[in-house]
């Protein structure tokens, strides 16, 4: 892996937008605020930068692909901010979910992917968060999303808490379908060393973005149309379904069903306090015990 100066200024610019959202929550209301509308609407244009270095010092940059990255954050803009014209109560619109439907689709099906050299396709994935970050944060000023990665106690013993009532029915169950298998309780030092590494790995590029998307964004606008319980179950489903091609090219219902099952207590973990730290807590856990004892 060849890890240039482009490629690390790239990480930078990708990573700021998520770090900023995540640790600055609060004074993303004031984002632009004094600026014209048009600004505030293209400004989103810079994601294309990230795109332009890694692409340029690999030797695959395409005139296509920026105009993917920079026009899509702005697409996604301009869409949320007519959603907030039209839907001023924030009850959740058809916008709203044609955005997270792109979005979502085009990180599961790996649509943009092919534009990024293999060992660096992470930044698709992240460029997309912060085009939905900008969108529904700053744009759409959407609320109760609860991202606030200054993690207090209250977000570790709640993520714990839903560890520990997942465990027990994840592990007979999945053992059951043949989907998880043992492959050791007690491994080597060097693996045990390497655990919390892999931990805080899996914390901020697995389960935050994928807990901000589907309980920051999905369950809570779903929450405004269809009550908790009713939020809760759908989002979960959506959630597993979205593993159906994971580790196969195939139709994979044994990781949809323990996925959907997971995205249960995911769920009720952000619910809890509507705080995205603290089912991505529960998530991080969850795959970290699967990757080290149960794949």
């Not at 640790?23 to 993303?28: M, V, Y």
């Amino acid at each position: 892996m060849i890890i240039n100066t482009a490629v690390v200024i790239a990480a930078v610019l990708t990573l700021v937008p998520l770090l900023g959202a995540a640790f600055f929550a609060g004074r993303l209301g004031g984002v632009g605020a004094g600026l014209p509308t048009w600004v505030r609407l293209l400004r989103p244009a810079v994601l294309g930068v990230p795109y332009l270095l890694v692409a340029s010092s690999a030797g695959m940059f395409r005139w296509g692909w920026l105009a993917v990255y920079a026009g899509l954050p702005v697409a996604v803009a301009g869409l949320l901010w007519v959603a907030g014209r039209v839907d001023a109560e924030k009850r959740g619109c058809w916008l709203d979910f044609v955005v997270l439907g792109t979005l979502g689709l085009a990180v599961d099906l790996r649509w943009f992917e092919p534009a990024w050299p293999a060992h660096l396709a992470v930044f698709s994935k992240i460029l997309l968060l912060d085009a939905g970050i900008y969108g529904f944060q700053v744009i759409r000023r959407l609320d109760g999303v609860g991202f606030d990665l200054r993690l207090r106690w209250e977000d570790l013993k709640i993520g714990l808490r839903e560890v520990l009532f997942y465990t027990p029915i994840a592990i007979p169950v999945g053992l059951g379908l043949g989907f998880l298998h043992g492959h050791g309780w007690l491994p080597g030092w060097v693996k045990v060393m390497q655990l919390p590494a892999s931990l805080v790995f899996t914390f901020f590029f697995i389960a935050v973005p994928e807990e901000l998307f589907f309980r920051g964004w999905v369950q809570n606008l779903l929450e405004r149309r269809m009550g908790r319980y009713g939020a809760l179950g759908v989002t979960a489903v959506l959630f597993g379904l979205s593993h159906w091609n994971k580790r196969t090219t195939n139709f994979n219902w044994q990781y949809v069903l323990l996925a959907a099952l997971a995205g249960v207590f995911y769920g009720r973990a952000w619910r809890k306090e509507r705080r995205v730290g603290a089912s991505a807590v529960t998530h991080a856990v969850v795959d970290t015990i699967w990757s080290f004892w149960l794949r």
